[in-house]
């Protein structure tokens, strides 16, 4: 079971980290500054499966809203 669960993390590190580095994305002026170093560092946790709690948690508020599945009426 942890196996699986170091594979979704690794999932969503990867995830967040291609949308840190996608040119095409518009970020905040402030945000641009760190958003490819942040990429590199998840990058980094996913490679040693040593997933901060606190990456965690910005990796999965960086994916949250592209992988929402909820139908709007």
Known sequence: MKKRNDLRLVTDFKQASGLLRDDNL???????EIRKPLAALIDLEAATYRFN????????????EEN???IGN
Do not use: H, K, Y
């Open 26 to 32: 518009v970020w905040s002026a402030d945000f641009e």
């Open 68 to 70: 929402d599945i909820t």
């Open 53 to 64: 709690p606190f990456l965690v948690q910005i990796c999965q508020a960086l994916i949250a």
